[in-house]
């Protein structure tokens, strides 16, 4: 089975940028379309971005021009690079893969991002 591991979070102001890290686990990771996901508190968890295999990417509306996903497929990682951070942003960043019989892993950790206005 798959395992993820984000890293990467932090705080920063409004406008700021950061770069998290999705580490993954198994020889398939390749083959795999890859998400990032949050939530913020009290809110449930949302869909950020994908990547699918072939490097083609999908994002949400409200960081769509701000927030870019790419993947290493050499290194088993997944990255967001996040600019232009506003505190609405503020929420804990998973990451995982939606495959036809639901989410391939068992959601991690995560880890915090708050922008600070």
């Known amino acids: 089975q798959v395992q993820f591991v984000e890293s990467g979070g932090g705080l920063v102001q409004a406008g700021g940028s950061l770069r998290l890290s999705c580490a993954a686990s198994g020889s398939t990771f390749s083959t795999y379309a890859i998400g990032w996901y949050r939530q913020a508190p009290g809110m449930q968890r949302e869909w950020v971005a994908t990547?699918?295999?072939?490097?083609?990417?999908r994002y949400t509306g409200s960081v769509k021009g701000r927030f870019t996903i790419s993947r290493d497929n050499a290194k088993n990682t997944v990255y967001l690079q996040m600019s232009s951070l506003k505190p609405d942003d503020t929420a804990v960043y998973y990451c995982?893969?939606?495959?036809?019989?639901?989410?391939?892993?068992?959601w991690g950790q995560g880890t915090q991002v708050t922008v600070s206005s």
């Open positions: 990547i699918s295999n072939p490097g083609i990417t």
């Open positions: 995982n893969s939606l495959g036809s019989n639901g989410y391939r892993a068992v």
